[in-house]
């Protein structure tokens, strides 16, 4: 059923997003590239240029909202029909061996949706033994549909599509082994395991509908004003030196890992929101193309894993406190850095 959950609505959407993007966006963007230009650089650069409002912030709507989309659906008629109950149920005795409770396996479920609501979940649902490690695996290993759908961008636009099954893979394998190194004290469970007893259902049409579209209404009223927003921001940063500055603090790595360090904003931004690694997308995905695949697939493996973005990290210091949020993060900075290396390394990049 978690397979299913995702993998459907993950397989729908990236044909969706991959016909409309070659059959029509594509054309689109070169044309107005090409000719659509007005007599002042800076707004050509804001709306046209490598990381313009129109040439690369479209890519939002074309990846992640089908993604966004699809997994809504999908999560709407789990939870509608109550097999969601089923699955906690199931899942208890492996949840337990990775130090967690069945019942965690929910917010871990809907940080796939979105970590910063997936935190406040977790916050009111996990038992005080389990919130912390709960948290953590959701801020690292839980893709939102934000970053599933900047990730097979991403790889489509390197013409390496099959990249994005052994990556999700990574990313959540990475979160387990990352609790595993930081949090290996036995918890104590004082929850009972479920018994299930609830019946299947169908779902009733209104609810059904009304939770799909909130869905949907966050992603269109919150994720992609912000991404806007960040394509504004960068791109007139690029008419300054700032961007090249930026980049030194990621340089030492990426020259390690036989990346260009015009990648660097791409990491930068995923740290404010994961869709932020559209950013890579500049040029129309030319620098992506040149990379080896072992090469893109480390590169976005750290830049999903080295931070939450900035709202799931606000959620985790409202709910813990910023000590020990600020904790989780550090942690999972170092982690993301030595599994990066350790990948690189397993992959013959690293220098």
Wanted: proline share 4%; glycine share 6%.
């Amino acid at each position: 059923i978690i397979f299913l959950m995702f993998a459907l609505p993950i397989y729908l959407a990236y044909h969706f997003s991959d016909w409309l993007q070659n059959q029509y966006v594509s054309h689109w963007i070169e044309m107005m590239t090409t000719h659509a230009h007005t007599s002042f650089q800076w707004l050509n650069q804001v709306l046209y240029g490598d990381y313009g409002v129109l040439s690369l912030g479209i890519y939002s709507l074309v990846w992640a909202l089908p993604v966004v989309v699809m997994i809504g659906i999908s999560t709407a008629v789990i939870d509608q029909t109550q097999l969601k109950q089923f699955v906690v149920w199931s899942i208890e005795p492996t949840m337990r061996k990775v130090g967690l409770d069945g019942q965690d396996i929910i917010p871990v479920l809907e940080g796939f949706g979105c970590n910063a609501a997936a935190i406040t979940q977790a916050n009111s649902q996990c038992s005080a033994c389990t919130k912390t490690s709960c948290m953590s695996i959701i801020s690292f290993g839980s893709s939102c549909s934000y970053q599933i759908g900047a990730t097979l961008s991403i790889f489509s636009a390197a013409q390496h599509s099959w990249l994005f099954a052994p990556y999700l893979l990574l990313v959540f394998a990475g979160g387990i082994l990352h609790n595993k190194l930081w949090y290996r004290k036995q918890n104590s469970f004082h929850v009972t395991p479920p018994v299930y007893r609830n019946q299947l259902k169908w779902p009733s049409l209104k609810p059904l509908l009304k939770q799909i579209w909130g869905t949907i209404e966050m992603f269109l009223m919150q994720a992609l004003p912000i991404f806007i927003g960040i394509c504004i921001v960068v791109s007139l940063l690029a008419l300054t030196p700032i961007l090249t500055v930026i980049s030194t603090i990621f340089t030492p790595l990426l020259y390690l890992l036989h990346i260009p360090d015009s990648m660097a904003p791409g990491i930068l931004f995923s740290m404010i929101r994961k869709d932020g690694m559209l950013l890579f997308n500049f040029g129309n995905g030319a620098v992506l193309q040149s990379l080896s695949p072992a090469s893109l697939l480390v590169l976005v493996f750290f830049s999903s894993t080295f931070s939450s973005c900035m709202v799931t990290v606000s959620m985790m210091a409202k709910h813990l406190g910023l000590k020990q949020g600020g904790a989780i993060i550090g942690k999972q900075m170092v982690t993301s850095i030595v599994l990066t290396l350790a990948i690189a390394l397993l992959a013959g990049v690293l220098i």
